[in-house]
Structure formats: structure tokens, C-alpha cells
Nanobody, 124 residues
Framework: VQLVESGGGLVQPGGSLRLSCAASGFTFRSYDMSWYRRRPGKERELVAAIAGAGGSTKYADSVKGRFTISRDNAKNTVLLQMNSLKLEDTAVYYC??????????????????WGQGTQVTVSS
């Protein structure tokens, strides 16, 4: 299993970035995928998750309406479009392979496979 993130960088507040995670070594469409982040001095937190078929998604309250997760099962890629970036979005962003379940909504459980992370810095 290999997960390789790309697309991070330095952006001004209000700007946009698109992160990409290229997956290999497993049947991509069979797994739910997600983006986590670790902000300075904070625990790693779920940013967004998406079901294997792409029909269900979940977002952290802090990014709802600004971030969009999507996947291309033909290209084994999961994307995170980040708009209206804020200073507090500064973090290392990680791709994760996990699983999902439904209990009054869609929930995501992280698995043991993580990418190396990509740094996103929002600064003026």
C-alpha cells in the first residue's frame, strides 16, 4: 500500500489549494479514503472522508462549505479542494485509507496506512 500526497504549499488567506493523493497497491475503489491534518501543537484530526463509490462524504465542521473531497477511481486518486483558506488551516495534511459505516449518517474509521503528508501554510 502506498499513499503519496502532493499539492501543498504557501498561500495567502482567502486563497485556494488542491491536494492530491495517489494511491497504489490495493483495490482503490473498495476502500473509503480521507484527509487528516495535524496543526501545530494539535492532535491529528479528520478533515474530510469519502466512501469507496464516492456517494457519501463527511467533513469537519471547521471546513464545511470551504473544502470539497472527491475521488477518481479510474485514476486511484483522492482530491481535496480547499477554498477560502484561513490561517488556522495551516497544517500537515495526510491521506488515509480506512473504512466507513452508516449509523444515522456516514462515519469514517481511519486505517493503518498513511501518506507522508504535505505541508499547507496559510500566511499573509
Amino acid at each position: 500500500v502506498q499513499l503519496v500526497e502532493s499539492g501543498g504549499g504557501l498561500v495567502q488567506p482567502g486563497g485556494s489549494l488542491r491536494l492530491s493523493c495517489a494511491a497504489s497497491g490495493f483495490t482503490f475503489r473498495s476502500y473509503d479514503m480521507s484527509w487528516y491534518r495535524r496543526r501545530p501543537g494539535k492532535e491529528r484530526e479528520l478533515v474530510a472522508a469519502i466512501a469507496g463509490a464516492g456517494g457519501s462524504t463527511k467533513y469537519a465542521d471547521s471546513v464545511k462549505g470551504r473544502f470539497t473531497i472527491s475521488r477518481d477511481n479510474a485514476k486511484n486518486t483522492v482530491l481535496l479542494q480547499m477554498n477560502s483558506l484561513k490561517l488556522e488551516d495551516t497544517a500537515v495534511y495526510y491521506c488515509n485509507r480506512g473504512s466507513g459505516y452508516y449509523s444515522g449518517g456516514y462515519y469514517y474509521t481511519p486505517g493503518n496506512f498513511w501518506g507522508q503528508g504535505t505541508q499547507v501554510t496559510v500566511s499573509s
